[in-house]
């Protein structure tokens, strides 16, 4: 984290107000007289919310992106809603970083004061301070729980105060603040004129305005709240206080990255009027024409049926904690790639299932290819399949918007890709690469140098389609080997079964010691195994069944029903913890499914 500095109007501030840096050239015609910025052109385009439209990503150092992202209000656990927009922008942050090599400097505020936090304080009997260091934490762990990047620092506002009372005065001495008697001071947004709008296009109105408020204009809003008893407050030269919402992150923006900002983020719900006045606050302080060159805005989550977003205030949402008991992180990760990031999302069951349908899928068909390239997959007569024309498809970078790789189709893909930058990546590349692939495989068997010709010389190429599936999904922060995860255990607990010959598996007892087997889907793998120890000696297997018929006690005779009870009774118990046995071509293989497959219901 960094420091908190203490100096007002110190050296920082006299760098920040130094204005825009130089080589910044103007673009009237773009979209009310944004200037595109000079830099490190990223080659990637992205939906700019300033000029409605997608626009190049000119970042102003390609080994120090800019990248601000408004974080939390600490006085609750985090919901779906949350995650969903901060697991869309880490999507895009890792494809700038993995692809594009641009190094994100990203800074996250935390807003640690506020009117929620100091209520729900009082209800809880706490203090603000601890209240919100606790769901700071919580917020922390969800965020790691669905594999989200921590930012390069978190940016508390109470360790900033001084910070914000050096800010608020620099913006009255240059003319767009003043203090009244009470001891609150407002931005005077008429001194803007016609500068105020840049993302909605209009001034705010007088809306709900208390009869008794202190402001020259009702539009004016509050940069620095007299104390009010019962509240925590800091000292300033207009008196005890605390901050208003929108100059916290304004001001420590500024105190990292001075008056250019690369990439400024949030839910669609921040543009007006959080990021429009921040805008204005930040352009007054550093008196530059632009502060931040893109603003990206994430769609709601919506609960599906009710037409309305995913919020604490309606009572209809899910947290992220009680969500992850019963669904996996990628499943989710997946979940928010199916759409465009600035699109609303619907949250339902079916949608949930589709993606953990076709994430299955995709981690079948690479268990199955590498089973096909040792060997063990058998083949089936299916359509023919163009090996070279596959190839093609995997030569270069497989990941998202990479020139060249799928989904580059005009070489300037948007950050968050399939088609052009609404942060869908290339999901919609990677059925069609699994279905070939699968065709592919199904055609022939591998053939190595000591065998005879059966037809194409195929392993190479399906190696670069299962190499260039994992690469997209690890790219975007997806798992398709977190199921393997136990591989090694179970490899040793059920080797004897995975690799003994179908054919041998008749000699296995019908019944593990003291009766059939019932394990619960809490049981342990040794557990689950330990009925079984000892009832058998398994055949090696390179043996001929012939020559294990009648051995002695334990084993039956050829086509005896029992054993063949055994395998489907062990299936079963395995299938309750996740663990699929596939039958190959004179062995077996088995994968380790996602055991977390109900979804919860939102709230009312």
């Known amino acids: ?264 983020s949030g839910g669609v719900d921040l543009a007006f009027p959080h990021h429009e006045n921040e805008i204005a606050q930040c352009e007054a302080f550093h008196q530059c024409p632009q502060w931040g060159n893109y603003f990206l805005h994430s769609g709601h989550l919506h609960v599906k049926g009710g037409g309305e977003k995913m919020s604490k205030s309606l009572k209809n949402y899910v947290t992220i904690k009680d969500f992850l008991r019963s669904t996996s992180p990628d499943v989710f ?40 390239l040792r060997g063990q997959l058998g083949h089936a007569q299916q359509r023919s399949v163009s090996p070279a024309g596959l190839l093609g498809l995997c030569q270069a970078s497989p990941v998202p918007g990479k020139p060249g790789g799928p989904g580059a189709r005009d070489g300037r893909e948007e950050a968050a890709p399939q088609g052009a930058g609404d942060g869908r990546a290339d999901l919609r590349d990677v059925p069609g690469l699994t279905y070939r692939g699968r065709a592919l495989a199904s055609e022939h068997p591998p053939r190595w140098p000591s065998q005879e010709p059966r037809g194409p010389r195929s392993p190479a190429v399906l190696g670069a389609i299962v190499a260039s599936v994992e690469q997209f999904f690890e790219t975007v922060g997806i798992s398709l080997a977190e199921r393997q995860v136990w591989l090694p255990l179970f490899s040793v607990l059920f080797r004897d079964f995975s690799y003994m010959p179908a054919c041998n598996r008749r000699f296995l007892p019908s019944e593990p010691p003291g009766g059939r087997s019932s394990c619960g889907a ?49 299936r079963r118990d395995l299938a309750v913890h996740g663990i699929s046995i596939k039958d190959r071509s004179g062995s077996s293989t088995w994968e380790l499914l996602d055991p977390r497959t109900e979804d919860p219901k939102p709230r009312s």
């Open 1 to 264: 984290m960094l420091g908190t500095r203490r100096a007002c109007g110190g050296a920082w501030l006299l760098r920040a107000a130094r204005g825009p840096e130089p080589g910044r050239s103007a673009s009237g015609a773009r979209g009310q007289g944004w200037l595109q910025p000079t830099g490190y052109d990223t080659g990637v385009k992205v939906y700019n919310s300033l000029t409605r439209r997608k626009d190049p990503l000119i970042v102003s150092r390609a080994d120090a992106a800019s990248w601000y992202s408004c974080g939390p209000t600490v006085y609750d656990h985090a919901h779906l809603g949350h995650a969903c927009s901060y697991v869309r922008f880490d999507i895009i942050r890792r494809i700038l970083s993995r692809v594009f090599g641009c190094t994100v400097v990203m800074v996250m505020g935390i807003t640690d004061v506020d009117d929620k936090i100091i209520r729900r304080a009082n209800e809880m009997s706490v203090s603000p301070a601890s209240l919100a260091r606790l769901y700071e934490e919580d917020f922390k762990q969800d965020m790691a729980a669905l594999k989200v990047l921590p930012p390069t620092a978190y940016l508390r506002v109470t360790e900033h105060v001084p910070q914000i009372v050096a800010f608020i005065e620099r913006l009255i001495a240059n003319g767009h603040a003043y203090c009244t008697a009470k001891g609150n001071v407002y931005f005077d947004l008429q001194s803007r004129g016609d500068r105020y709008g840049k993302l909605v296009g209009v001034a705010p109105g007088p809306v709900g305005e208390p009869v008794d408020s202190d402001k020259r204009h009702t539009s004016d809003f509050a940069l620095w709240k007299a104390a009010k008893p019962q509240e925590p407050f800091w000292g300033s030269p207009w008196g005890d206080g605390r901050p208003g919402w929108h100059i916290e992150c304004s001001t420590m923006a500024s105190l990292v990255f001075g008056s250019q900002l690369d990439i400024h």
């Open 522 to 570: 809490g049981t342990s793998a040794s557990t689950l195994c330990r009925g079984w120890g000892g009832a058998w000696t398994p055949a090696p297997p390179r043996a001929h069944p012939a020559a294990e018929v009648g051995a002695g006690p334990g084993h039956w005779e050829e086509g005896a029903p029992r054993p063949l009870a055994a395998c489907d009774a062990l």
């Open 333 to 372: 990760r997946l979940f928010c790639l199916r759409s465009s990031y600035r699109s609303a999302i619907d949250y339902s069951e079916g949608a949930l299932l589709e993606a953990r349908s076709l994430l299955r899928a995709t981690a079948a068909f690479v268990e199955d290819a590498r089973a096909y």
